[in-house]
């Protein structure tokens, strides 16, 4: 197991578009995190899986979002109807529960035209 | 939202120098983490410290946390030119990291 990996990279869309990525998490881990990251902030909670459950969303995680992690392992992140202020770094990142620390994957950079 | 506020918000200095970030948050936490992230990359971790630490060390790194002044701070001993990135703290409270807006650390060769 090399890590998280997180795929495309990059992401060019137009606006109105919809857009999907995806994230495979470390096999042994149970959580699953995505967080947004726009230039020079920290990043912003999105939304976290513990398997195939979602436990909680953030307020940033409006209905054009939707994640699912159908069977525990990979993660699809979809936004619908993207729009301008979409554009951003996002980030899976993945963990045991009580574990010691996340791993983060390389991010999905996401630009909206 | 973001919960940790790290200061400063940029820090250059010239290698073999010691580089010190602090972080102060808000509520209660059950450990604090520290991750370092390289320009359009992604995060890795660093160390964590849990509530009832108070120091931690890790190679060059060393990482203190006062628990009633809801504050903690990265030391980097002897940086080097390969330190150069942005360092965040994060809040652990049980159930996701609530992250700072970091401190962006340039080390001149």
């Known amino acids: 197991d090399t890590g998280v990996s997180q795929d495309p990279r990059h992401k060019i869309t137009k606006r109105g578009q919809n857009v999907t990525f995806r994230c495979d998490p470390i096999?042994?881990?149970?959580?699953l995190y995505w967080y947004r990251q726009t230039l020079g902030q920290g990043p912003e909670f999105l939304t976290y899986f513990q398997n195939e459950a979602q436990l909680e969303k953030s307020r940033l995680l409006s209905d054009r979002f939707s994640a699912e992690r159908p069977k525990g392992s990979f993660s699809t992140l979809e936004i619908q109807r993207t729009e301008q202020g979409d554009s951003a770094m996002y980030l899976c990142a993945s963990s045991l529960v009580n574990g010691d620390g996340y791993t983060f994957g390389s991010g999905t950079r996401l630009t909206v035209v | 939202s973001q919960q940790g506020e790290e200061d400063p918000q940029a820090l250059s200095i010239q290698e073999g120098e010691n580089a010190t970030m602090n972080c102060s948050y808000k509520t209660s936490i059950n450990n604090l983490q520290w991750y370092r992230q390289n320009s359009g990359r992604g995060l890795v971790h660093l160390i964590l410290?849990?509530?009832?630490?108070r120091e931690k060390h890790s190679g060059r790194l060393r990482v203190t946390l006062d628990t009633s002044k809801k504050s903690s701070s990265l030391l980097i001993t002897a940086s080097r030119a390969a330190d150069t990135a942005s360092y965040f703290c994060?809040?652990?409270?049980?159930?996701?990291?609530?992250f700072g807006g970091g401190t962006r650390l340039m080390v001149k060769p």
């Open positions: 410290i849990r509530s009832n630490e």
């Open positions: 096999s042994e881990h149970n959580r």
């Open positions: 994060a809040t652990d409270a049980g159930n996701m990291l609530t």
